[in-house]
């Protein structure tokens, strides 16, 4: 049980004056407010209760302590004892006196925050002169008032969110989530600071809240994401049942999934609270969410889908491919994963004064450092107006590595190399496969006469200079020299070794044959209705992008589309929201899903004359080729995959971008016929 040094006092003023002490009195000898003896009392009788003890007030008398004898001098011991230091490092210590201060409805000295931190007034000193510099970011001031103290001044919602993210940061997810255990059982105690500046009753709400709401929303949701709502949450309870509210102010719409999830949760709140909610605090809520993995949407036809950050992520995949010379562009999974997350971690509020470093994701870094490196490059060049966090960045290497261990040939490979020759030969195939083969760490060189002793499961891949006659395990033969052609074939041989495959497929449930075959056929119908029609057609431009967008899909009325006006304004108005325009190319993919759309359709038109607009890395682009993708709404699951092959494939590798950047109707239609057959085969 930890007491700061006024608790203690208090504490030990009640057990010498077992008949009572004023309020009054408290605030004479301990030289504060009547308010601050207020709520230290309050805090107190928190603390005390796991000893059997509490504090009562009769009415006209003072603050008497009371309890069973045992239990009393139990209390003495413990106020005796030498308590551990409540903050080991500075970080803490200032993080836990700017919550201090933003949780005081008035000044504080630097003498009573030195008493409360068990430090010095110069340490108190030194200490805000950090806090003020950092207090800048929050949009936050630290005021120095003169012969009365100091207070932090700011509006609620930078006040919230600081204090959200300094508890947040003060508590690790085991520790939290074992209280909320405890909170749930009746019992919880705490010792840590930051834990109880929460109301239990309000985080015990809080928590509660988001197991009656949809749990289908919140199944991506990780337990920090949740450690970091949950805070919020009830820190925003406590706060509005103070009536401190969050401003009203002219700012951007949360989305609509936010707000739906956001205005259930607040309906919950103003029954328990019998207050109603401003919708002020539904929409700050909702933007909080907005940085939590509540969905994934990652189909280029919705309306939230972020083309600009998908962009990024592609981009992200690309750099760091080439930094470690193992090829992640291929995981769908990898890319999927990144876009949730990125898209949370962008939105999330970066904390000024920063907590610890998780151990966990410390180790993961270290294990993987060869990658963390080259993710710590790339992030800065693509994300190069935010700061990561060490544990974010910790996160995205998570993303990666795991990427690695779903499939085998990305990994970092281990061969054996079985060679005939001397042993000079020897060490010039096993320096020739560290220069060229990236993909291969490990290279085990054996002689012929050895091949009895060797242990083959220990590795990835077998290479021989010679034909092994009777040789039943898989390899492949190359030259003592490693030839230009060799290193192509070895490449593409570790492409083809997915062990992984073997049992993803085998833990698949069986579809009827049946509906299997239905499935099938449909996507080869819609797949080859795509084809059909796909054509590169040049056209003639008009005034403007928009005019020429109209001309482009006019003519389609009645065939492909029953609208063309409301079709063309849903396309405009798509283009006019976010980039489209692929970055260092010459073209932009314009789309959309729409009721009035008939069939889906994918054409590529050819300009006569630029138009600059702006590309996914918002820089502009002369655009001489549209890219025309349609689509109908609602769309099966089977046209979604087409459409989104098309769509991914504009930015998956150089290749497919030069393709449709030059490539006339023959060369694309076999690039859209290789990706259809890839996406049958794969379902």
């Not at 490059?377 to 960045?393: C, G, N, R, S």
Request: proline share 4%; aromatic share 8%.
């Amino acid at each position: 049980m930890y007491f700061s040094i006024r608790e203690k006092k208090i504490l030990s003023l009640l057990l010498e004056y077992p008949n009572g002490i004023t309020s009054e009195e408290l605030q004479d000898i301990l030289q504060v407010s009547k308010r601050t003896v207020y709520r230290e009392i309050s805090s107190i009788e928190k603390t005390i209760k796991s000893v059997d003890v509490q504090i009562i007030k009769p009415r006209g008398e003072g603050y008497r302590i009371v309890g069973e004898t045992q239990s009393l001098e139990q209390l003495q011991q413990q106020l005796g004892a030498k308590q551990t230091e409540l903050f080991t490092d500075n970080v803490q210590r200032q993080s836990a006196i700017v919550c201090s201060l933003l949780l005081m409805d008035e000044e504080e000295t630097i003498e009573g925050l030195a008493i409360d931190f068990k430090v010095s007034p110069a340490t108190i000193t030194s200490d805000l002169a950090a806090i003020e510099k950092s207090l800048i970011d929050y949009r936050l001031e630290l005021n120095r008032l003169k012969g009365r103290g100091i207070r932090i001044d700011g509006r609620e919602k930078q006040r919230r969110q600081l204090l959200s993210n300094l508890i947040y940061n003060g508590v690790s997810e085991f520790d939290f989530f074992q209280f909320l255990d405890l909170l749930e059982e009746g019992e919880a105690v705490t010792d840590n600071f930051f834990l109880k500046l929460l109301s239990q009753e309000n985080l015990l709400l809080a928590g509660q809240i988001f197991t009656q709401v949809s749990q289908q929303s919140f199944q991506k949701v990780t337990d920090n994401q949740l450690q970091r709502v949950l805070i919020l949450l009830a820190l925003s309870i406590d706060r509005m049942a103070q009536d401190r509210f969050v401003e009203a102010e002219q700012e951007n719409k949360a989305k609509p999934e936010s707000m739906q999830i956001a205005s259930q949760i607040m309906i919950k709140v103003a029954t328990t609270l019998k207050k109603s909610i401003p919708p002020q605090e539904v929409r700050f809520f909702a933007f909080q969410l907005e940085g939590v993995n509540y969905k994934q949407p990652q189909n280029i036809f919705i309306d939230s889908f972020d083309v600009e950050l998908s962009y990024q992520i592609k981009e992200l995949i690309r750099l760091v491919s080439e930094a470690t010379a193992i090829d992640f562009r291929k995981d769908e999974q990898l890319f999927n994963d990144l876009s949730a997350h990125m898209s949370a971690a962008l939105k999330r509020n970066l904390t000024v004064i920063q907590g610890a470093n998780n151990p966990l994701l410390q180790k993961i870094r270290e294990k993987y450092q060869k990658l963390t490196t080259a993710i710590i490059k790339e992030l800065a060049i693509v994300f190069p107006d935010h700061e990561f966090t060490a544990d974010e960045l910790g996160y995205v290497v998570i993303h990666f590595a795991t990427s690695l261990e779903r499939h085998p040939s990305g990994r970092a490979l281990s061969a054996l190399v079985l060679c005939s020759s001397g042993i000079g030969t020897a060490r010039i195939l096993e320096s020739r496969i560290h220069k060229y083969l990236n993909e291969i760490e490990q290279v085990q060189v054996a002689k012929i006469s050895e091949m009895n002793h060797l242990d083959y499961k220990s590795y990835d891949l077998i290479l021989a200079t010679v034909f092994l006659p009777g040789f039943h395990l898989p390899y492949k033969v190359i030259s003592p020299l490693l030839l230009d052609d060799e290193i192509k074939e070895i490449k593409e041989y570790i492409q083809t070794l997915h062990p992984d495959k073997t049992v993803e497929m085998m833990n698949q449930p069986e579809q009827e044959p049946s509906d299997a075959f239905d499935e099938i056929y449909e996507t080869m119908r819609i797949a080859n209705q795509l084809l059909q029609s796909f054509d590169v057609k040049p056209i003639t431009s008009e005034e403007t992008i928009e005019q020429t967008l109209a001309k482009i899909i006019d003519p389609l009325q009645g065939t492909i589309v029953t609208d063309a006006a409301t079709v063309t304004d849903k396309v405009i108005k798509r283009y006019l929201v976010a980039p489209i325009g692929v970055p260092k190319t010459n073209f932009a993919l314009f789309h959309t899903a729409d009721p009035h759309v008939k069939e889906p359709l994918f054409t590529i038109y050819d300009l006569d004359q630029k138009f600059l607009i702006q590309g996914m890395d918002k820089k502009s682009i002369e655009l001489t080729r549209v890219l025309l993708l349609l689509a109908p709404d609602p769309m099966p699951e089977n046209q979604q995959n087409l459409l989104g092959k098309i769509s991914s494939s504009v930015i998956e590798s150089d290749l497919n971008t030069e393709i449709y950047k030059f490539g006339n109707k023959e060369i694309i239609y076999q690039l859209l016929s290789s990706l259809f057959v890839k996406e049958i085969r794969e379902n």
